[in-house]
């Protein structure tokens, strides 16, 4: 049985991740679609994304009359990597070692005396990197919450699906009580939803225009500037930053934190799958195409390629929130070093975290699940999974701790002697001068012991699709 599930894919098909990356990691990058994250962080889209910010800068100063409006118009027309000469700024990055000023130079060389006069007024170079790179982390992450709702939404449909579809729940490694492979992906669900929400609240305090100066004072600007980082911010789409301060970096290090969690969610949703395909389980498995090769040697091999590929993501992922929250640790005003550890920790946590996106919904998207298998898993123990039933049922009678006592003598001389369950119940007088056989084969039927699990599926998508339905429906 296959999951069957599809969504609309929010991203091409092609390039894929080898040929956007220009490489192959993880030999599932060859046939995998890049999630476009990638050409995001390119030199010539930040470049680009630079030049934004200075056609904005000359836009609201010429709406409060620092710039004139006309030689704003010919920053703005300037202001396209399209028109410069990118090999004159990279050289001039080799000779000056700064990562912004031989693009303010260039930009100055297009706009022409005049105009280029008025480029970058009152700014500092951080004020413009920053801007823009908000700019690119607006668009990388509209993609992994594209990519995450899909999974919400793939989830979803498993947890209702599978509302009824008989398990074993499992603690420690060990059979616990029945559940349903609903109530199993209802917790996938959860989290999921949860992670979605806390990576969409965090990345809002990263969205803002810092427009201050050298500190953050306005100093170059005055009175004015405040007003002039509104405009920028409402041109943009971004939002002013309160204290235009370059040390304040805690809101990026807040996001890549909670692009950790998340990518641990996505890791333990694989944990299952990856457990559960063992060939000792075979109760799920990830997709397997027609072609794939699990071993050089052995040839009927499936292995768990795509969940193995979440793993290792997850595990990069996890990996750099420490150092987002060591970039926080640095004196003064402002500190290179930092800003260049956290550019750096954002865009190799968000493409990383496109990549592990893709894969998870190709995995959850086309899971195969075996019903039977698990069905003939519940009752391997031959009914001691149902155990708690009958202490249940038991303690009415004798009392919960008493009933334990009684229900754990049987079921360990089952579970050690080979004896049947069911049998050394019916023959325990402290059972059965309260429960006769027919109540005792009833209560050690697993499906008849799943409490709310099949609800709990059901609700839990319900929720779900309610959460998506209102996201698509408020405004932005």
């Known amino acids: 049985m296959t999951a069957g599930h599809t969504t609309d894919e929010p991203i091409p098909t092609t390039p894929t991740i080898a040929e956007a990356a220009g490489k192959a990691t993880r030999f599932t990058d060859y046939n995998l679609p890049d999630a476009g994250i990638r050409p995001l962080f390119t030199t010539e889209s930040v470049w680009q994304a630079w030049l934004d910010v200075e056609a904005a800068l000359a836009r609201a100063q010429a709406k409060i009359g620092i710039v004139p409006a006309e030689q704003a118009a010919i920053i703005e027309d300037a202001a396209r990597l399209s028109r410069m000469d990118t090999q004159r700024v990279r050289r001039a990055l080799a000779e000056q070692e700064h990562p912004l000023m031989p693009l303010i130079s260039e930009l100055v060389r297009v706009a022409g005396d005049e105009a280029g006069g008025y480029v970058h007024w009152g700014a500092t170079s951080q004020n413009v990197m920053q801007t823009g790179h908000a700019l690119l982390l607006k668009r990388a992450h509209a993609i992994v919450s594209r990519l995450h709702a899909d999974v919400v939404a793939i989830v979803a449909d498993l947890a209702e699906d599978n509302a009824d579809v008989l398990m074993a729940g499992r603690t420690h490694g060990q059979h616990a009580v029945p559940i349903t492979f609903g109530f199993k992906a209802a917790g996938w669900l959860d989290e999921l939803v949860r992670a979605h929400q806390r990576n969409n609240l965090a990345i809002q305090a990263c969205l803002t225009v810092m427009m201050g100066g050298a500190v953050g004072t306005f100093a170059a600007l005055g009175e004015p500037g405040p007003h002039v980082q509104e405009l920028i911010a409402e041109d943009l789409g971004l939002d002013p930053m309160p204290v235009p301060s370059r040390a304040l970096l805690d809101p990026f290090a807040g996001y890549v934190s909670a692009l950790a969690v998340a990518s641990a969610t996505a890791a333990r949703i694989c944990a299952d799958v990856a457990t559960l395909m063992q060939t000792e389980f075979g109760e799920l498995s990830e997709p397997v195409p027609d072609g794939s090769v699990g071993s050089s040697t052995m040839p009927h091999k499936r292995n768990p390629k795509l969940t193995y590929d979440v793993f290792q993501l997850s595990a990069e992922i996890r990996a750099l929130a420490p150092a987002a929250v060591e970039a926080l640790v640095r004196p003064s005003e402002a500190d290179g070093a930092a800003t260049a550890l956290m550019t750096d920790v954002l865009e190799r946590s968000l493409i990383a ?65 080979g004896r049947d369950f069911l049998d050394l119940l019916g023959r325990d007088p402290r059972v059965s001068d309260q429960l006769d056989t027919a109540r005792l084969r009833q209560l050690l039927d697993p499906a008849a012991h799943t409490g709310l699990a099949s609800t709990i599926a059901r609700d839990t998508a319900w929720r779900a699709r309610q959460y998506l339905s209102a996201r698509t429906t408020t405004p932005a």
């Not at 086309?366 to 708690?388: C, H, K, Q, W, Y």
């Not at 038991?394 to 003598?409: M, N, S, T």
């Open 353 to 417: 975290m496109g990549d592990l996106l893709v894969r998870l919904r190709r995995i959850l998207g086309g899971l195969e699940i075996f019903p039977d298998r698990m069905r003939d898993n519940v009752r391997l123990t031959a009914g001691l999974i149902s155990s708690e039933a009958i202490m249940i049922a038991l303690a009415e009678f004798v009392g919960r701790d008493h009933a334990h006592a009684i229900v754990y003598d049987n079921a360990t001389q089952a579970a050690l002697a």
